[in-house]
């Protein structure tokens, strides 16, 4: 059920001949067209109070106010919106039919306006303009009415895959070209890393030599010391560039779940800001063994931990819990710590991106790559000034 035709064409295109295939699964026929177009006096009369009347709906939601922006960017979205409505009563189906319907799903991709939103959307725009034809048609012609109303929602059906094609299509293209960037920008990284991690090591050891022979003059051997630790912060980005870029292969062997959680949870405790938080743990007996190469995953929990210290207080929990779903592990690191935005929300695991002063933006990339390669799945949940939940997901066959 769907398209035959290929989906790699730039930015979700589509060609008339699947104009035509869509057409004949939704049964849209000339005559429903044609029906339509005689409503155009009609509806170009009323698309204005329509128009009014479904965003007076949308202002209900606050995700969706804030997305449509100031009230002169509503002003022309709803003149957009007027021109839309009348369209639908002009029974073309040509090539700008086509252009513009790909153009909105464009867009939509383009703000981050999800399909659940707009496909509402078109719901709303019936329920709007069925009583306007049934009240056109009277009670002595509710089969007309009726036919308009048919006719109108095949041709929305048909707007809503054209929409869904673009959008997905954009999605993906842009999916695909990202890959190809950071595989490129990787493979560059790995090159750079590898050639300043001999020089880094060369300065560190000369430099250790020198701080031996500078314990009788303090202030020399100050700036020595923050030589070093610079050092060793470059050291540290170096290894975080080669893990991303070319990571290891994976060694699976049977895990105690519980128990490399447990070290980890050890291993961070006392770091700073660790001591001072609540911890819990809430592990449930149905978990025991895992597949899947321990140090990597002590990696992974390790940085989520780290993170969850870091964007934490004095008094505040953090709980780690584990769970049975089907035959999947979920792994949850819940913590009461500041949160995060909804704008770094949407980046947090892009490579490079950190929000911290001497962090490497890495981590959660790392994190991630490890987790897909066991093939799992994390995802984050948030809520600014009350907290973060990091819940890993990994394949949880029974090991015995």
Avoid at 31 to 49: F, I
Avoid at 210 to 219: G, I, N, Q, T, Y
Avoid at 240 to 251: E, N, Q
Wanted: hydrophobic share 40%.
């Amino acid at each position: 059920m769907g398209d035959a035709a290929p989906q790699s064409r730039k930015g979700g295109s589509i060609v008339p001949a699947e104009i035509q295939q869509r057409r004949r699964f939704l049964d849209l026929s000339d005559e429903d067209l044609e029906c339509l177009s005689r409503l155009k006096p009609l509806v170009a009369k009323r698309a204005a109070e329509v128009v009014e009347r479904f965003y007076e709906r949308l202002f209900q939601y606050p995700m969706l106010r804030d997305m449509l922006g100031d009230e002169d960017q509503v002003a022309r979205l709803k003149k957009v919106q007027g021109n839309y409505i009348i369209s639908l009563t002009e029974g073309r189906l040509d090539q700008q039919y086509l252009e513009d319907r790909l153009r909105i799903g464009r867009a939509h991709e383009r703000i981050g306006l999800q399909p659940q939103w707009y496909m509402g959307a078109y719901g709303i725009l019936l329920d709007e303009l069925c009583p306007i034809i049934a009240e056109h048609f009277g009670p002595e012609r509710q089969g007309e009415a009726s036919r308009a109303c048919l006719a109108l929602n095949k041709l929305m059906n048909l707007d809503t895959q054209i929409v869904l094609h673009a959008y997905f299509g954009t999605r993906q293209q842009k999916a695909v070209e990202k890959s190809e960037q950071l595989a490129a920008v990787g493979e560059l990284a790995a090159s750079i890393a590898h050639e300043v991690r001999n020089p880094l090591a060369g300065m560190k050891g000369a430099l250790e030599v020198l701080r031996h022979h500078l314990d009788a003059e303090p202030s020399r051997a100050e700036i020595a010391d923050e030589l070093l630790a610079q050092i060793e912060r470059l050291e540290n980005l170096v290894r975080d560039l080669l893990t991303y870029a070319r990571p290891r292969p994976l060694s699976r062997q049977p895990v105690e779940l519980h128990h490399l959680l447990d070290r980890v949870v050890r291993m961070v405790r006392e770091t700073d800001g660790g001591s001072s938080l609540t911890w819990h743990r809430k592990y449930t007996g149905d978990v025991d063994k895992i597949l899947g190469d321990p140090q990597q995953l002590e990696q992974v929990f390790l940085n989520l931990l780290q993170n969850a210290i870091q964007a934490t207080e004095g008094g505040d929990s953090l709980t780690i819990s584990t769970e049975r779903r089907d035959k999947r592990i979920e792994i949850a690191f819940q913590d009461t710590g500041k949160g995060i935005s909804r704008s770094d929300m949407e980046r947090i695991f892009q490579p490079f991106f950190t929000t911290r002063h001497r962090g490497s933006g890495l981590g959660l990339a790392i994190v991630q790559k490890i987790v897909q390669r066991h093939g799992g799945d994390i995802r984050m949940a948030s809520v600014e000034g009350e907290g973060t939940t990091a819940i890993v997901s990994l394949p949880g066959e029974k090991i015995d």
